[in-house]
């Protein structure tokens, strides 16, 4: 008798510690996770959702999906037009047993992880980009297999190095990055692989080039691309922390959410890799300025590099995306041109038009 119970423990599966300390491996035989219902559109949850992209990722995915059925999500005080726009909850990235109830209280079948702190905030605090970049990736990606999600983690340009090659930089090859956030987001990608291959997760893992829209962008080092639009637009003139030969891949907001969704799309035999490296067009701050000056004619910029420049010059300068454009038929919309008559008509009437009523309005009271 003891014998035959010895024999059944060794044929058991291990019961493993999750990220949050419980039990798992368990719960999977007791309908852990339930296969999803073909039949209605995806629920999706978005973390770190009120950065630069979730706002606009979960618009775009709401326009499909339906607007409940796309769950915004963060640890800051949303904005009354964000509540206005569709579900939004807390939700700590750090605290896994919090996502496990949210996954099952609202059945959520994709997770697109946004959580994270960007290339220059993440040098300013090595510690905290640790745990949000790194353990936040653990807890998600644990999650995502646990409940049998689709799970979506953005990498960057950033995960390569400066023993990478800048021009251009294949999807496979040497990745040494220097910075945190670097670090954290190859780690994240390979942890993914692992996942992929361990146990089938369905991961999904785009390397998007620096992102450019008319909302402040989180504290990267690409940002000087969308700050000198609003101070350009607002005060004809910019600073301008990069030198101005620095070359760096960069896509419009659209290019980079539709990128998203026709890669969670696309069928799992298309895609050949679980990494795929996406972008539109390269271009340096004096290129930009260049053709912002046609809108703003007297525009002057000066440069003053700061610590930003030695991580730019680490990064991909042209990013090679042909195996994206191959296995799932990439393709960009927006160049430099229409790019910043975009950019130039989004910083006007998203921000500069809306601050002008504000400060009529406080006028006339
Ligand atoms: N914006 C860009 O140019 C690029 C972005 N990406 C990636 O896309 C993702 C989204 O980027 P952005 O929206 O620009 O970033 P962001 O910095 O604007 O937003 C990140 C969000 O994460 C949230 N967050 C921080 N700690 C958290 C926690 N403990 N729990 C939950 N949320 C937390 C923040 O509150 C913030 O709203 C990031 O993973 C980033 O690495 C990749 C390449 C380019
Ligand atoms: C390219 C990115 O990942 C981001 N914009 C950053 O500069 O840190």
Redesign the pocket.
């Given at each position: 008798m003891f014998r035959k119970c010895l024999a059944s423990l060794a044929l058991a599966p291990l019961p493993r510690i999750t990220p949050a300390g419980q039990l798992a491996g368990l719960g999977q035989s007791r309908g852990m996770h339930q296969a999803p219902d073909k039949s209605r559109p995806p629920k999706v949850l978005i973390t770190g959702g009120l950065g630069q992209l979730g706002i606009e990722c979960a618009k775009l995915l709401r326009s499909q999906y339906g607007s409940e059925n796309v769950i915004l999500s963060d640890i800051i005080k949303p904005s009354q037009a964000v509540l206005e726009n569709g579900p939004y909850i807390f939700a700590d990235i750090l605290d896994f047993k919090g996502l496990q109830k949210i996954v099952v209280n609202h059945r959520i079948d994709w997770l697109i992880h946004f959580s994270a702190l960007?290339?220059?905030v993440g040098e300013q605090n090595v510690p905290l980009a640790v745990r949000v970049n790194i353990e936040g990736v653990h807890n998600v990606i644990e999650l995502a297999k646990q409940y049998k999600l689709r799970i979506f983690v953005p990498s960057?340009?950033?995960a390569f190095g400066p023993d990478s090659p800048r021009n251009p930089t294949p999807n496979i090859t040497i990745q040494r990055p220097r910075t945190i956030?670097g670090v954290s987001k190859v780690h994240a990608e390979l942890i993914g692989e692992y996942y992929y291959h361990k146990f089938g997760l369905d991961f999904r893992c785009l390397r998007?080039?620096?992102?450019i829209s008319s909302d402040p962008?989180g504290?990267?080092?690409?940002?000087y691309a969308v700050a000198v639009f609003h101070e350009a637009l607002r005060f004809g003139k910019y600073t301008c922390y990069l030198r101005p030969d620095t070359r760096l891949p960069m896509m419009y907001i659209e290019d980079c959410l539709r990128a998203l969704l026709e890669f969670m799309r696309a069928p799992n035999e298309q895609l050949k890799r679980r990494v795929y490296n996406v972008t539109a067009m390269s271009f340096t701050p004096e290129e930009l300025v260049d053709r912002l000056s046609k809108h703003v004619p007297n525009l002057h910029v000066t440069y003053k590099p700061d610590s930003r420049q030695s991580i730019a010059d680490s990064w991909p300068e042209v990013f090679d995306d042909s195996e994206a454009r191959r296995d799932w038929q990439w393709q960009h919309k927006y160049d430099l041109g229409n790019l910043v008559d975009f950019m130039v008509k989004d910083v006007q009437e998203n921000y500069i038009n809306v601050e002008n009523r504000q400060q009529q309005q406080q006028l006339k009271i």
């Open positions: 960007l290339s220059a960057t340009i950033g956030y998007f080039p620096g992102v962008p504290g990267g080092t690409t940002d």
